[in-house]
């Protein structure tokens, strides 16, 4: 009632909470907790990366700070102590005609063979790694790790056996849906709701033919009915690529505490995720949303868009923050996401995977050069090396084992 008598801006400024007073680390505890991760294996569980190999202007050598489009590469990794991670062949969800599903299939190959173009290209530097011991001991070789997953199983759908090409070219973690629902699964944010009340019958069998192989689910994007059709029939632990809590933000894509625990329960991970608009509602107006899309209209979509658009459309973006504020998520709004899922769960079932060259990305953790403000926060919650060594990939990689052995078996 009060805000309707003042100014429109000021009414506005008001309804944006600004943190008042943003996490700050010293320079001392950030170097100590840049010499941890680079003792422990540190990786991140979804990096969209590979998105940007095939870009005009992208090189995994040169820093791209300051771009829209790339918060990765490897003197960044570098910077940050970012061992590797799962580089995601990911798949926009557009329509589902039999042409769509070719187009997808094309796609999902397209990216697998861009992957290992870069690390073959790079292979002084970078690794593929198959299993949890190959990601040990490409660290101590002083290479990074390149897993591969799947995000969106849509390149599947014109061919289910395609699986076992992906298996044999080095998948290792495969999620089943996107934004929106495909012939696999229900999405948790598709628009017009549900349409197979969690997994179709494809569905059930991609996913059991992908544990047979030893292939990692991940339950990120997929809808609640899906978590629950997981729980029930998977032989071993799933986990949560790049998620966050409902408690603290009721977003459909997050994960409430009671599928937090069987999560937990079950032997899962859950790996928390930095995209803002699943850790704080951005308060977006339409007009906002329009000047974006039309930005990103005129410098010809971000599928097409090279790395020198990607640093414009950056430029763009900041001038659109002073002409329609959002509320941009910070370190503060991560951690209490983190902080709430550690005492849901305990640190054994929690791991990092923030998005990067997703959408994921902080106020104050730009790119993975900030990496070590989040293992600063850990050791001042007071928690030991080994503990943050689950949560920088341990416990990823012991349902990644669990997953390969129970294939072996
Ligand atoms: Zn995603």
């Keep these: 009632m009060i805000l309707r008598r003042l100014s429109p801006l000021l009414a506005l400024a008001l309804s944006v909470p600004l943190s008042a007073q943003a996490i700050d680390f010293s320079t001392a505890e950030l170097q100590r907790a840049k010499a941890l991760q680079q003792r422990l294996l540190t990786l991140d569980s979804h990096l969209d990366t590979p998105a ?71 292979a002084d530097r970078f690794e593929l790694a198959l299993t949890p011991a190959d990601a040990r001991r490409i660290k101590a070789d002083g290479k990074r790790v390149v897993f591969i997953s799947m995000e969106n199983a849509s390149p599947l ?54 544990v047979k192989q030893g292939i990692v689910i991940d ?25 966050a809590s409902k408690a603290i933000h009721d977003h459909p894509r997050n994960l409430d505490d009671t599928r937090l625990r069987q999560l937990a329960k079950a032997g899962g991970v859950i790996q928390v995720n930095a995209y803002g608009g699943y850790l704080v509602d951005p308060g977006k107006s339409p007009q906002r949303k329009a000047a974006e899309d039309a930005l ?89 090396e080994k503990q943050i060594a689950g949560i920088w990939g341990g416990n990823l990689l012991r349902v990644m084992q669990q997953a390969q052995d129970h294939a072996e078996r």
Excluded: C
């Design 219 to 243: 339950q990120s994007h997929a809808s609640d009915a899906v978590f629950d059709q997981l729980i029930a029939m998977l032989p071993v632990p799933f986990v949560l690529s790049h998620s």
């Design 296 to 384: 990103s209209k005129r410098l010809g979509g971000w599928e097409a868009m090279s790395i020198a658009q990607g640093a414009e459309l950056q430029r763009g973006e900041d001038a659109l923050d002073a002409k329609y504020p959002v509320r941009h998520a910070t370190l503060d709004d991560f951690f209490a996401h983190m902080g709430h899922i550690l005492e849901v769960v305990g640190p054994g079932h929690v791991g990092i995977g923030l998005d990067w060259d997703g959408g994921g990305g902080l106020t104050d953790l730009r790119d993975v050069s900030d990496l070590p403000k989040i293992t600063a926060w850990l050791l001042r919650r007071g928690y030991d």
């Design 52 to 122: 940007n190999f095939a870009r005009d202007g992208f090189d995994i050598d040169n820093r791209h700070d300051h771009n829209a489009l790339s918060q990765v590469d490897y003197p960044r990794m570098v910077d940050g102590a970012l061992d590797g991670g799962f580089w995601a062949i990911y798949t926009g969800q557009g329509d589902r005609t039999a042409a769509a599903h070719l187009r997808d299939r094309d796609a999902g190959l397209q990216r697998l063979l861009e992957i290992r173009t870069m690390v073959a290209a790079n």
């Design 157 to 210: 759908v014109a061919d289910p056996s395609l699986l076992r090409f992906y298996h044999q070219a080095g998948l290792r973690m495969l999620s089943t849906v996107h934004f929106a629902n495909n012939e696999f699964a229900d999405s948790a944010t598709n628009p017009q709701g549900p349409e197979w009340n969690g997994l179709s019958a494809a569905g059930k069998a991609l996913v059991l033919d992908a």
